[in-house]
């Protein structure tokens, strides 16, 4: 569904975690996590033009987090606060009113979800925020639990497939299906 068609008043877009790291060349890159970009600037740009509030999510680590698998955790070292790999991809058609939403920053555990512990729930439900649209890294981890916790939250939920690839296929699949059971929407085309 192209973004013109859909995107209306009390939506807003969610970026998450379209940051270099999970990119190709990243410390933990995705297969094609920039293919995500291009589609998601046409949401963007589309947002922009109609005022619909973006906000974009960041994986955002104090050097040793407890996730990296160096202190024992799941993952590569990633996204360690103020590095390149932090950054988000060049490419993304950011606005300069964006609102950053930044994760991952406690030291005693990691967030997958955009809206754990950010106090973004209450700010979307102050917006009056009905709809809430989502791509981006990785689906199968962030993207899906923070698409979760946002239905979970009350809201209709639709998560842009093409604007998402998983960590793994089998994940991805696996996302797919529970979030199709909580009731979010996945848009195909
Ligand atoms: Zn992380």
Request: proline content about 7%; charged content about 25%.
């Amino acid at each position: 569904m192209p973004p013109r068609e859909v995107l209306q008043p009390r939506d807003a877009l969610l970026v998450v975690d379209v940051q270099n790291d999970f990119c190709p060349g990243g410390a933990l890159s995705i297969e094609d996590g920039d293919a995500v970009v291009p589609v998601l600037n046409e949401w963007i740009d589309e947002a922009d033009a109609k005022g619909i509030p973006i906000y974009a999510s960041r994986d955002w680590h104090p050097q040793d987090h407890i996730s990296f698998q160096t202190q024992g955790g799941p993952w590569p070292p990633h996204c360690v606060q103020d590095t390149e790999g932090a950054a988000f991809h060049p490419a993304l058609h950011l606005p300069q009113h964006v609102i950053k939403v930044t994760k991952g920053v406690r030291f005693d555990q990691d967030q997958y979800s955009v809206f754990d512990q950010t106090g973004l729930l209450d700010e979307l439900k102050r917006r009056e925020v009905q709809r809430v649209w989502i791509g981006g890294l990785a689906q199968d981890v962030c993207v899906c639990a923070s698409a979760l916790d946002a239905r979970q939250g009350g809201f209709k939920v639709h998560v842009i497939k093409a604007a998402t690839r998983p960590v793994t296929a089998e994940g991805g699949a696996r996302a797919l299906r529970q979030l199709r059971d909580a009731g979010i929407v996945i848009e195909e085309d």
